[in-house]
């Protein structure tokens, strides 16, 4: 099994928020596709090399985190607010901790668990309560839990290079905060396929707010991950700027770069100003 | 004239969503049609037919699909079972349920209906406004 397909599915799975038994299968069918999809690349394609078609595979199939969340149960989205967070985590510890106490200690701290389900209970109405009534003052993202911006690139079979033509999105007037999510991440290869790129990369990230004022410009290296080496390069910063209304830019410059950045940028509302 | 700025962003984020929320409905259709189609099949030759059958211009995320095979399971319109690839890895075999004939022609039906009505519209939108 190619180390880029592996990736590609260790990410999804990581992603995944269904049991054990139900990952596995999800990725073993995904696994399918996408082996089978690179074999058949192959056959009518000989000229390319396999870790070429398996990077434009892996870009047709769409970005791992979003296929993830697709999976996800209906009824059952992601909660956006920490504190309807909070209340579940307690909730969950509370009733864990009565099913322990009710099975170790007899049937008078049976009774006891009881008491203590009906106060969880109790306490996940009044909690779901509370969360309503806090809601509207809660940080949220504006409209719906979609990012404004989402940006993949995977550069694998061939390192990127050069400056790509600056992205833009819209920032709406009622956004007060824009958390910008990215994720720069080598890959794993193998010797062989190591040998063949460039040992060092690099690649700089530039946001610009509507004024041109440069909120964010930093540069990350990166070394592929040989197989069997220790993981190391990884990037993840989690930003956030005061919003300004207008088309923001971001810009990405490759130079010999082997690896994945990933972004994602959500327009938030402030507590305290929502309208009820 | 070329929209930009914000109002060139509302129409891109407007025809993004419609694009999604069009293919999301359709593609689960056409999944569930495919299945009925060809008989028991996994999800990569599912696929293929549809590309075959559209001459190529169905476009979308292919990763899209499996999820939404999920939701026609959960529903219980398919079935599925793992079978032995002949080479490779096992594959998961879909193959519709009597329910999931019925609603597939109950879809068909309400497909064809929609379809009319909104050329209808179209027809009788852009002739009132040449006339």
Sequence with gaps: ?276 | MVASGPKAADIERFREKLDRELKAGVVSLLLLLAIERSGPDYGYRILKNLQEWSGGRLAFKEGTAYPLLQNLEKSGLVTSYWGDGASGPPRKYYQTTALGREALAAALDEWESLTDSVSDILRNAKGAKRS
């Design chain 1, 1 to 276: 099994m190619t180390t880029l397909i592996e990736n590609y599915l260790r990410e999804v799975e990581a992603s995944l928020r269904v049991d054990a038994a139900r990952k596995r299968q999800i990725v073993d069918e995904l696994r399918t596709h996408l082996t089978e999809k690179v074999a058949d690349l192959r056959a009518s394609h000989p000229e390319r090399s396999a870790f070429e078609l398996e990077q434009e595979v892996l870009h047709e199939f769409g970005n791992p985190r979003d296929l993830a969340l697709a999976y996800q149960p209906d009824g059952s989205a992601v909660l956006t607010s920490a504190a309807g967070d909070i209340v579940l985590r307690v909730g969950h510890a509370v009733g864990r901790g009565a099913r322990a106490v009710g099975r170790g200690t007899g049937a008078v701290l049976k009774w006891t668990a009881v008491a203590l389900g009906i106060l969880l209970a109790i306490s996940l109405g009044v909690g779901a309560w509370a969360y309503y009534e806090v809601k509207p003052y809660i940080p949220s993202i504006i409209e719906s839990s979609d990012p404004v911006y989402t940006y993949y690139e995977s550069c694998v079979g061939t390192p990127c290079q050069g400056a790509l033509p600056a992205d833009t999105f819209y920032v709406r007037p009622e956004a007060q905060t824009v958390r910008f999510d990215l994720d720069v991440r080598p890959v794993r290869l193998s010797e062989e396929q190591a040998a063949a790129v460039p040992a060092n990369g690099s690649v700089r990230v530039v946001v610009a707010d509507p004024s041109g004022e440069v909120r964010f410009d930093r540069t990350y290296e990166l070394s592929p991950m040989v197989e069997g080496s220790a993981a190391g390069g990884r990037a993840r910063q989690l930003l956030s700027w005061s919003a300004v209304e207008g088309n923001w830019t971001v810009a990405y410059t490759f130079t010999d770069f082997v690896g994945t950045v990933q972004a994602q940028t959500y327009a938030i509302r402030l507590p305290f100003t929502a309208d009820r």
